[in-house]
């Protein structure tokens, strides 16, 4: 599994998300004709690696129709990665061994006027080991 793989997976298998925007998350651009909610994420970083152990950051946007909409799915991504007491999510997830995922919080909300939606980014870390990428 690779890292947008697992992101994807994760946030479908959140039923507070999937409640909101049902299976439209995508890894990459959002597609233009996608009706809000929606959810798109895409990898920051090149990564790093270091004694085989990869850190990667991703950005996640959560739109919606309204801001407080938006920042609500937001919420509901961050504390989906940093956990409840900043744990994140860690261990095996099908076959995909995170060491510790983190959330850089709630960026803001972002006015998107070329299509009257409301975008609120969340950047998370992935930590993980280089050999659980298949």
Do not use: H
């Amino acid at each position: 599994m690779q890292p947008s793989q697992f992101i994807g997976y994760m946030l479908l298998q959140t039923t507070a998300i999937t409640s909101i925007v049902g299976v439209k998350i995508y890894s990459g651009n959002r597609p233009a004709t996608t009706l809000t909610p929606c959810i798109n994420f895409y990898e920051l970083s090149g990564g790093n690696k270091k004694y085989g152990i990869w850190t990667e950051s991703y950005s996640i946007n959560c739109r919606d129709s309204t801001q407080e909409k938006a920042k609500i799915l937001a919420r509901l991504v961050d504390d989906l990665f940093n956990g409840t007491s900043g744990t994140g999510i860690y261990g095996s997830v099908t076959g995909f061994s995170v060491i510790q995922s983190s959330s850089k919080g709630l960026r803001g909300c972002i006015p998107e006027s070329d299509s009257n939606i409301y975008n609120a980014p969340v950047d998370i870390q992935l930590v993980f080991a280089n050999n659980t990428i298949s």
